[in-house]
């Protein structure tokens, strides 16, 4: 609330009409989903998103330039780029839809709507009692992981962004509370530390969207690129021993959404805790971008620096850390699983 109490006059007053037009948009949308015809629903979503995808132009930009700065060897073709760029902007539609429309079904029909695959591993993990992480990204309908898991009785808290606008983040902590998702707000952080802390505690899922390679104080390989990534993730699994499971719901050729669980990823233990915090993450990276590349038009393509990514490549990477991040702090002082 600080930054928003700083806003004064017709400035806040058009950020605060922002927000009061999406809540409503959003809180009419969903009570209308319940009367009118899906196909009609879906015909309106993609006549939105054609249009979205022309006129919020800066993001579509970005979405190509990201794509020619680490799949241009791989797609040499400008148009196929561009290509590429449309079908990720309307999965990302779909995705919203899913998400919507999963609100107004029941456990038995979400369950239907959604396949599982690998459960065996969530189940092995769970039954070691410290908790699960589960990685993953913006790829496919990943709004529809906690939905499924919830759905079959698992325990599952996700960690989120909220806007700064609490009246709006409230009201989708309310949805996502109504399918049996738990939030923990990702700020502030010493708190977001606490509330994952508390959740593994309780041998609950935790879901981590680690894809954001736009801060942090670990660099890693991704597509070529040095990038900065988050270290939080693997300091959790290394300070807490919960097990690391790899999680994608994607959306398959006969258009149905798979939820697929992989083997976990075990934490690489160096000689002492930055070193083997820089080894995981990149051990994590990998992982994601193995993803990535198997479902390249179902990942959004924003996840990388404003700036033109073909100007951060790079070919070292840190060595040293000066200091620990502010997650691995508040991890040590809050304490670690017993």
């Given at each position: 609330m600080a930054k928003l109490s700083r806003r004064a006059g017709l400035g806040y007053f058009l950020y605060d009409l922002r927000y009061r037009m999406g809540e409503y948009a959003l809180r009419g949308f969903i009570r209308c989903l319940r009367y009118i015809p899906f196909r009609a629903v879906e015909i309106f979503t993609s006549l939105t998103t054609w249009a979205a995808?022309?006129?919020?132009?800066?993001?579509?930009?970005?979405?190509?330039?990201?794509?020619?700065?680490?799949?241009?060897?791989?797609?040499?073709?400008l148009a196929?780029?561009?290509?590429?760029?449309?079908?990720?902007?309307r999965n990302f539609a779909r995705t919203v839809l899913d998400t919507t429309a999963i609100l107004h079904c029941s456990k038995e029909q979400i369950i239907a709507r959604v396949g599982l695959v690998g459960e065996e591993h969530l189940a092995t993990a769970l039954k070691k009692g410290k908790g699960v992480l589960a990685l993953s990204a913006h790829l496919g309908s990943f709004t529809m992981i906690g939905a499924r898991l919830a759905a079959s009785g698992y325990p599952f808290s996700v960690l989120v962004k909220h806007p700064a606008h609490q009246r709006f983040a409230r009201l989708t902590d309310d949805y996502r509370s109504q399918?049996?998702?738990?939030?923990?707000?990702?700020?502030?952080?010493?708190?977001?530390v606490r509330g994952i802390l508390k959740a593994l505690r309780q041998n609950r899922i935790v879901l981590v969207i680690a894809d954001e390679f736009k801060s942090g104080d670990v660099l890693v390989d991704f597509f070529g690129l040095k990038l900065p990534a988050p270290r939080g993730p693997a300091t959790l699994a290394l300070r807490t021993g919960a097990?690391?499971?790899p999680m994608f719901a994607t959306r398959q050729a006969d258009d149905l959404l798979t939820l697929s669980i992989g083997a976990p990823i075990e934490p690489v233990i160096r000689d002492d805790l930055d070193a083997s915090v820089l080894a995981t993450t990149a051990l994590y990276t990998r992982h994601l971008e193995?993803?990535?590349?198997?479902?390249?038009?179902?990942?959004?393509w924003l996840?990388?620096?404003?700036?033109?990514?073909?100007?951060?490549?790079?070919?070292?990477?840190?060595?040293?850390?000066?200091?620990?991040?502010?997650?691995?702090?508040?991890?040590?002082?809050?304490?670690?699983?017993?």
């Open positions: 995808f022309y006129l919020v132009w800066p993001y579509r930009r970005r979405m190509e330039e990201n794509i020619s700065a680490t799949l241009s060897d791989e797609i040499p073709d196929e780029r561009k290509a590429l760029a449309w079908r990720a902007w399918i049996g998702i738990h939030t923990i707000a990702a700020k502030p952080r010493r708190e977001a097990v690391t499971l193995q993803a990535i590349r198997r479902y390249p038009s179902q990942w959004n996840g990388l620096p404003r700036r033109r990514a073909n100007s951060i490549r790079s070919e070292t990477v840190r060595d040293e850390f000066a200091a620990q991040s502010a997650s691995d702090d508040a991890i040590q002082k809050t304490g670690t699983l017993s």
